[in-house]
């Protein structure tokens, strides 16, 4: 793959094959770059031709793990100091990849596949904060009249 901007991480997943199915090691803490500790993990299903953003958050990165079904996955660096980077390719059971989004990096996914398909997500902060007492850190592009955009040619 091209090379990615600072801080988004990218890594093909190895499935471990024998009688009994398949074994997939998604990250381990030894692997991840210096400071980033997951705080929570959860598994979200998405239906055949639905989309998941474009969003992003101002303080939380995402720890992305595509293992099943097949995605389209979108990545704008929208953060100041940016060269107008972004990106896009196909991740899922053909192409299992990890995906660590920064702060300030717009992403979002679509399910191109014909059936419901799973993802997986640990993000270094909690969602609402502590107790869910917080506001949400998020963008939603989606929601706004925005350049980022899951429909349409990249």
């Not at 770059?33 to 055949?48: L, N, R």
């Not at 595509?66 to 059971?93: I, M, Q, T």
Request: with cysteine; aromatic share 12%; glycine share 8%.
């Amino acid at each position: 793959m091209d090379s990615f901007p600072p801080g988004v991480i990218v890594w093909e997943l190895k499935p471990h094959n024998d009688s009994r199915g398949f074994l997939i090691e998604l990250f381990r803490s030894d692997e991840l770059p210096e400071g980033f500790q997951p705080e929570m993990s959860y598994i979200s299903v998405t239906h055949p031709g639905v989309s998941r953003g474009p969003h992003e958050h101002v303080e939380q990165s995402d720890l992305f793990a595509f293992v099943d079904g097949e995605y389209e996955l979108r990545l704008w660096d929208a953060r100041k100091n940016s060269n107008g980077w972004k990106a896009c390719f196909h991740v899922g059971e053909k192409n299992p990849m990890a995906v660590i989004v920064p702060p300030g990096v717009v992403h979002g996914y679509k399910n191109i596949c014909k059936r419901d398909a799973y993802v997986l997500n640990y993000p270094n902060a909690l969602y609402a904060g502590k107790g869910k007492s917080e506001k949400v850190d998020e963008i939603r592009h989606e929601e706004i009249n925005s350049p980022f955009s899951m429909e349409g040619d990249f």
